[in-house]
């Protein structure tokens, strides 16, 4: 198959090898599954924007262009039109306790502590719970901080992995009704009830507490602040995804099924669409982004963007080939139109042209797979995660320097 990239404008993206690639009719879906595009063939042609013209229309040539003017650009144009602006940094006043340990966790083989963030430094306060479980073994460790959803996995501690697990639901709700309790709610300006147009949502929040455990993972000696992996599922997959795009401490961001707002282009109309994903959670993105309800392709940025963001740091995404409703393929090509940005920086990105067999992983820099079955996290999603950290962490030198320092 030729690649659809090489000689032709980038802006102009017509959808014609999905069709000889994917069964062009609606798959067997399971009963009640929510009413969608399923058809591959009745999928639109549709225009991409070019991730390297800037909005002026000046052509980005080079890596300190892409970093200087045009990666801004673009992140400001997702804040203000489908996240919504963060309203708040690190806050001056935040502290954080230790609030238990088990030097014994797991009948003997890690370690666990509670550690909860104060956000204006009182108990009394807005506040967060981080679930800290760490391998015995010479420290400190790289780690993986799971947003919301998550469990010590055994695989991660026997990799060599630390594991933080943020309680993001404690800063906010996910619910419409629940702003005024929120994270959101404490940063807003007196009197103020509901955020604006262009400030954060739901999603926007969780993003904004992951950047605060990060700030605590880089005062812990226990932790190596340089090697942390983000991850996030579903829709705290589109949390973790837009926190790794904006806050670059983090190594390595793992999006797992995170559907519409994640990791996928939005413009093919396929499963979740905007409409759907604003009517069903109108609280999860800003206001601004459901003017794009009926009208997608006036929408000034898609997903293949925010995956650019990431470069050059890697980026894994994780697809299920019956997750219809979250469009694999959409994230296939999310991810395939990003590379321009990482061969920039000499990268080598997706590095395939074709849609990958199932439970094939690919990719350099941008790692991808679509394994069997549905909406979830598995066993097998976990064995690619960790190769793909191990392989950029270089952990093999890195275990052999731990086993020296005993």
Request: proline letters at 8%.
């Amino acid at each position: 198959m030729k690649n659809i990239l090489a000689g032709r404008p980038f802006f102009v993206l017509w959808i014609l090898f999905a069709k000889c690639l994917l069964l062009a009719a609606e798959p067997p879906l399971p009963p009640n599954y929510p009413q969608a595009l399923y058809d591959e063939s009745k999928v639109p042609a549709f225009t991409l924007p070019d991730p390297l013209v800037m909005q002026s229309g000046e052509k980005v040539t080079d890596a300190s262009m892409w970093m200087e003017k045009r990666r801004p650009e673009l992140l400001a144009l997702f804040q203000t039109e489908v996240y919504g602006r963060t309203m708040a940094g690190r806050p001056e006043k935040m502290t954080w306790k230790l609030t238990a340990a088990d030097p014994n966790a797991l009948n003997g083989r890690a370690i666990s502590k509670k550690v909860v963030l104060y956000f204006d430094g009182t108990e009394a306060g807005p506040s967060m719970q981080m679930d800290i479980t760490l391998p015995k073994q010479s420290r400190p460790v790289p780690m993986y901080m799971l947003a919301e959803w998550g469990s010590v996995l055994p695989e991660i501690l026997d990799r060599g992995y630390g594991i933080i697990i943020c309680k993001l639901t404690q800063i906010q709700a996910d619910s419409p009704d629940r702003c005024t309790d929120s994270i959101r709610a404490f940063f807003a300006p007196p009197g103020q009830k509901e955020p604006k147009p262009d400030e954060w949502g739901a999603i926007g929040a969780w993003a904004w507490g992951l950047s605060r455990a990060m700030d605590y993972v880089q005062t812990d000696p226990d932790m190596d602040a340089e090697k942390v992996c983000l991850h996030g599922f579903s829709r705290f997959g589109k949390a973790a995804i837009w926190a790794g795009a904006q806050d670059t401490r983090f190594a390595i961001t793992f999006s797992g099924e995170s559907g519409c707002g994640g990791a996928v282009l939005v413009r093919r109309g396929f499963g979740e669409t905007v409409k759907a994903v604003n009517s069903r959670f109108p609280h999860w993105f800003c206001g601004n982004f459901k003017k794009y309800n009926d009208n997608v392709n006036a929408l000034p940025v898609d997903w293949h963007e925010l995956i650019a963001l990431y470069a050059p740091r890697p980026v894994y995404i994780a697809v299920a080939a019956e997750d219809y409703w979250g469009d694999p393929y959409g994230s296939f090509l999310a991810a395939k139109y990003a590379e321009p940005v990482y061969k920039l920086f000499g990268k080598t990105g997706l590095g395939v042209d074709e849609w990958p067999a199932v439970n094939t992983p690919v990719g350099d820099y941008i790692g991808f797979h679509n394994r069997t079955g549905g909406h979830g996290q598995t066993p097998y999603d976990w064995q690619q995660y960790l190769n793909f950290s191990d392989r950029h962490f270089r952990r093999n030198e890195y275990q052999n320097k731990q086993q020296t320092q005993r």
